[in-house]
């Protein structure tokens, strides 16, 4: 079992930056891809990026390359979401998830076990 907690959102105005911290309960670095996601209010989880076990590989959604940057400090067992540029459209929900055996780039949320219980993230224009 493994708990993550995320913290760092809260109401910034456009153009600000943010950066999420989603923190394991365990070791969970040597056994997991690391993903973000987020909802908005009316729509579906999306994914934003992930990250692979040893931090070697991310992926991006499409919208936000260029804007948002994962990383993970896996000796401190945490993955951070650095995002820039913020836009009101990027308010939503924010969660990290783990990902034990499947594609490490996974985009689908059903291919993660286990998440957060997300942060807020508001922009204001």
């Known amino acids: 079992q493994v708990q993550l907690v995320e913290s760092g959102g809260g109401l910034v105005q456009a153009g600000d930056s943010l950066r999420l911290s989603c923190a394991a309960s365990?070791?969970?670095?040597?056994?997991?891809?690391m993903g973000w996601f987020r909802q908005a209010p009316g729509k579906e989880r999306e994914f934003v990026a992930a990250?692979?076990?040893?931090?070697?590989?991310?992926y991006y959604a499409d919208s936000l390359k260029g804007r948002f940057i994962i990383s993970r400090d896996n000796a401190r067992n945490t993955v951070y979401l650095q995002m820039n540029s913020l836009k009101p459209e990027d308010t939503a929900v924010y969660y990290c998830?783990?990902?034990?055996?499947?594609?490490?780039?996974?985009?689908?949320?059903?291919?993660?076990?286990?998440w957060g219980q997300g942060t807020q993230v508001t922009v204001s224009s």
């Open positions: 998830a783990a990902n034990g055996i499947y594609y490490s780039g996974s985009r689908r949320p059903d291919e993660y076990d286990y």
């Open positions: 365990r070791r969970a670095s040597s056994s997991y891809a």
């Open positions: 990250i692979s076990r040893s931090g070697g590989s991310t």
